[in-house]
Structure formats: C-alpha cells, structure tokens
C-alpha cells in the first residue's frame, strides 16, 4: 500500500495564497488526485496528476514530482468558501485504487 | 446527469445491533467503492466492485462487514452486529472502468453506534 502524508491543519488569509503539500511511498504509484471536502459534505474532484509539472485549473494548481513522491496543492486568491479538508490520495494502477491521506483542514480567515 | 446515491443519510443503532446502507452510482459506471470516513480523518477504502465481482476487501472486517453488488449496479452495504468504532460516515463512489478515472461520492450515511 501507499503511505500518504499531510500537514493536519493549516490557516490563511482571504486573499492569500497557501499550499498544501503531500508526500507518498512511490512503490505501485501511478498518479495522485487531490480532492476538496466541506464539513459534513462528500469529497469533490479538484485534480489528477500522473506526469511530473504543474496543472493549472483557475485559482487552483496541483504539482507532481515522481521521482521525490512529493505533490502540492495551490490556491491563489483564497476566499472564505475555500475553508474545507484538501485530500490527497495517491492512485495504484493495479486495480484502480485509492489511497487517502488524512486531509488537511483548510481554515481562511478575514 | 445524476450523481451517486445514496440511503439513508443519518442512522443511529445501538452496538450489537444490524444496519444497511444502499448506494446507487451514477449510470454507466462499472467501478463501485465503499469507504469508511471516521471524524477527522481521509476516506478508508472497504471494498472495490467491478461490475459485480469483486476487486478489492482486503480492508473489510468480513467478521461483521458484508457488501453484495448483485446485479452490477446498485449495492448494498451490511454491519451485523454493529460495534461503537463503527460509527463513522460511510462513502460509496463510482467511476468509470479504466486508469485514473475520476471517483465521483455520494453524500453519504452518517452511522452512530451507541
């Protein structure tokens, strides 16, 4: 299995910009996805990385490096809507299985 | 189009007792997941269907879990008998067949076990 590791909590500022960063065991690895969930809500797709660089979707971004088995998150211009749990969860191609991180709680504050 | 189902949303049970959740993915996907989500922590995968057949229960406590996808498309998930650290919202995903393709959850049942 993976191991997948992830701050616990993190606060920013409206407005800021944070990142959120994932490391993972690279044996069976074949790609990591981060997903975004509200307090007491299901867990919603935000990205898919399965090749090394930085995808850019509007405010947010998501980085792989393979070789380091390190990825990160990026949100820009952060909103109050934006405090949620960031999951990450590498992805084992051998089955077409998740791994979840802990998640990482995302505070923005005024 | 519809996204995944799922029944009830809350259930309170005392331990000891059975209980069972249903989940219907979205159509067309042939790739169904439960997982258990415990406060404060990311989703744990239970048990991974293809089709109707069976991928993955390596995590499933099959001593009290049991989860049956009969005809491919809706499923159930059991607890009997059902224990306090069971207590916990139970996820059921879809996706379609194939490498990295996007989990898309249900809202969800939160199961109390008092």
């Known amino acids: 299995g993976q191991n997948i590791d992830q701050p616990t909590e993190m606060t920013a500022t409206e407005g800021a910009i944070v990142q959120i960063n994932c490391t993972y065991q690279?044996?069976?690895?074949?790609?990591l996805f981060w997903y975004q969930q509200h307090a007491g809500e299901a867990p919603t797709f935000l990205s898919y990385?399965?090749?090394?660089g930085l995808e850019e979707k509007g405010r947010f971004s998501s980085f792989l490096s393979r070789s380091k088995g390190y990825s990160y998150l990026l949100l820009k211009e952060l909103q109050m809507k934006d405090s949620a749990s960031y999951l990450c969860?590498?992805?084992?191609?051998?089955?077409?299985?998740?791994?979840f991180g802990g998640g990482t709680r995302l505070m923005v504050k005024p | 189009e519809a996204g995944v189902a799922q029944s009830p949303r809350y259930k309170i049970i005392e331990k000891r007792q059975s209980v069972a959740f249903w989940c219907n993915p979205i159509?067309?996907?042939?790739?169904l997941y439960w997982y258990q989500q415990i406060l404060g922590q990311g989703p744990k995968l239970l048990i991974q269907?293809?089709?109707?057949?069976?991928?993955?229960d390596s995590q499933l406590p099959k001593d009290r879990f049991s989860a049956e996808r009969l005809k491919g498309v809706d499923s159930t998930l059991k607890i009997q008998p059902a224990k306090l650290e069971d207590s916990a919202v139970y996820l059921c995903?879809?996706?379609?067949?194939?490498?990295?393709?996007?989990?898309?959850f249900g809202p969800g049942t939160r199961l109390t076990v008092l």
């Open positions: 269907f293809q089709n109707n057949g069976v991928v993955d």
């Open positions: 159509s067309g996907h042939a790739t």
């Open positions: 995903a879809s996706s379609r067949q194939g490498p990295g393709n996007e989990q898309f």
């Open positions: 990385n399965v090749l090394d």
């Open positions: 969860a590498g992805y084992n191609n051998a089955g077409n299985m998740l791994t």
């Open positions: 690279t044996s069976g690895f074949n790609g």
